[in-house]
Nanobody, 123 residues
Framework: VQLQAFGGGLVQAGGSLRLSCTAS????????MGWFRQAPGKEREFVGG????????KYLDSVKGRFTISRDNAKNTIYLQMNSLEPEDTAIYYC?????????????????WGRGTQVTVSS
């Protein structure tokens, strides 16, 4: 099982990026999915989660209104649209698949993790 995140890069504060995460070897259309991030010297934190149908989402408070998580089960892909980026958003972003169908903010619910993608926001 592999998850791979794409779309990171260097962007100025106030800019936007869209991350994608694609699964190979199996489908995650029945699993809740999530995005996490880890900044240098900090613990990994939850950013956003989405249920299996894409109806229910959860977000870290500091990204509400700026980030949007979505999914396309036909493409076995989830997305994280990030707008109004701030230097504090700089981190490695990881996608993950939950063992549950619901959306979840708990890292313990996620079993499958992908390689991250670096997002750097300059001031």
């Amino acid at each position: 099982v592999q998850l791979q995140a794409f779309g990171g890069g260097l962007v100025q504060a106030g800019g936007s990026l869209r991350l994608s995460c694609t699964a190979s070897r199996r489908t995650f259309s029945n699993n809740g999915m999530g995005w996490f991030r880890q900044a240098p010297g900090k613990e990994r934190e939850f950013v956003g989660g989405i249920d299996w149908r894409g109806d229910a989402t959860k977000y870290l408070d500091s990204v509400k209104g700026r980030f949007t998580i979505s999914r396309d089960n036909a493409k076995n892909t989830i997305y994280l649209q990030m707008n109004s980026l701030e230097p504090e958003d700089t981190a490695i972003y990881y996608c993950a698949a939950s063992i549950f169908a619901r959306s979840s903010a708990s890292e313990a619910d996620y079993r499958y993790w992908g390689r991250g993608t670096q997002v750097t926001v300059s001031s």
